[in-house]
């Protein structure tokens, strides 16, 4: 999903319940938890990098809370500071602190004697050990740090309710077929196997969203073939008319542990997907995705040949299953609710 810029302050809104969530970022998954849960959210930015960005956040993050008053407090990881901040703040705020964590642990770095990383576990472990309940996105991730925290529940991205747009047609398979790579440009995402790859398929236009200023220099930008183009940040609605429009998604990522938000809207809009083939993943999406070894381009050649090749048939099985889907995703969230009933 696209980030657009939007921030909620104290002074738009003046009504509370309960319940509140707050967030440094835009995101999908926390604009519709936070309503299915019924907690007013409150999205906090500003215009600083880095470190700069910090001071001006936490003030106004203390600011919310102390003036809403809140029973409990969510909010997500990342960011890994804003998640400490909130659960150092419960004791003294008298509020319960539910922590949304996402699959922001870098396993990579774990080993790391390197002071960034040093103080990112201590913050880490913090927010694990000291959140009254911790949401995680699949059963790994309760499994990984089941020694850490105090309740843990699993809850799955929502398949969000997505408009096509209203000029949408019925496309012509004998049409050039569109693939929508939904990209962040993360370390995570092979991006640049993905473009070599797609050069041996110049009968497929592979749209790339996702700001690409840093990850790719200028010589690689002009030595992309004319199939493949980048479409840098998109707004919300450009990104789901693209994404309604294409025949099939690219959601990749080298991570284990991680089911991706790309692939729950992919869903949302019917659209078969090209997933990466990891135990996190084929355990969640069982249909409507064809999945890939990362390994060699050799894999990711052959993942983009078995897509291509059973379009039909994953768009019949997402029709089938979706519904499914959506229920049992109704059940764990009840179950989840349930620890806030009052």
């Known amino acids: 999903m696209p980030d657009e810029q939007e921030s909620m302050t104290l002074e738009n809104s003046t009504q509370y319940n309960n319940r509140i969530w707050i967030s440094w970022e835009r995101q999908r998954r926390t604009i519709t938890l936070s309503q299915e849960f019924n907690a007013k959210l409150f999205i906090v930015k500003n215009k600083r990098n880095g470190l700069f960005r910090y001071p001006e956040l936490i003030v106004k993050t203390v600011q919310i809370i102390f003036r809403a008053k809140p029973k409990y407090v969510f909010t997500q990881n990342p960011s890994i500071v804003l998640a400490a901040l909130v659960c150092f703040l419960k004791?003294?705020?008298?509020?319960?602190a539910i922590i949304d964590r996402h699959t922001n642990f870098k396993l990579n770095h774990r080993n790391s004697y390197k002071l960034k990383w040093i103080l990112f576990k201590c913050l880490s472990n913090y927010s694990l050990s000291n959140a009254d309940h911790t949401i995680v996105t699949n059963k790994y991730l309760k499994l990984l740090i089941r020694n850490h925290t105090k309740k843990t529940s699993v809850l799955p991205d929502k398949i969000p309710n997505l408009t096509p747009p209203s000029e949408l047609g019925i496309r012509s398979r004998n049409s050039k077929l569109t693939a929508f790579f939904i990209c962040t440009f993360a370390d995570d995402e092979p991006y640049r196997e993905v473009f070599t790859a797609f050069k041996d398929f110049p009968e497929i236009c592979l749209k790339v969203t996702g700001n690409y200023?840093?990850?790719?220099?200028?010589?690689?930008?002009?030595?992309?073939?004319?199939?493949?183009?980048?479409?840098?940040?998109?707004?919300?609605?450009?990104?789901?008319?693209?994404?309604?429009?294409?025949?099939?998604?690219?959601?990749?990522?080298?991570?284990?542990?991680?089911?991706?938000?790309?692939?729950?809207?992919?869903?949302?809009?019917?659209?078969?997907?090209?997933?990466?083939?990891?135990?996190?993943?084929?355990?969640?999406?069982?249909?409507?995705?064809?999945?890939?070894?990362?390994?060699?381009?050799?894999?990711?050649?052959?993942?983009?040949?078995?897509?291509?090749?059973?379009?039909?048939k994953r768009e019949r099985e997402i029709l089938d299953q979706l519904p499914l889907m959506e229920n049992t995703w109704e059940k764990a969230f009840a179950a989840t609710d349930a620890f806030f009933i009052n």
């Open 91 to 96: 004791k003294p705020c008298k509020f319960t």
């Open 213 to 312: 200023d840093g990850a790719l220099d200028l010589s690689e930008i002009k030595g992309l073939p004319s199939n493949i183009k980048l479409l840098g940040f998109v707004s919300n609605q450009s990104y789901i008319d693209h994404l309604f429009n294409c025949d099939f998604t690219v959601i990749l990522t080298n991570q284990e542990f991680t089911l991706n938000c790309g692939a729950y809207e992919s869903l949302a809009a019917k659209k078969p997907m090209l997933l990466s083939d990891t135990k996190t993943i084929r355990s969640y999406f069982t249909f409507g995705a064809n999945y890939t070894k990362l390994d060699s381009l050799e894999n990711i050649r052959a993942g983009i040949n078995s897509i291509k090749a059973e379009l039909a």
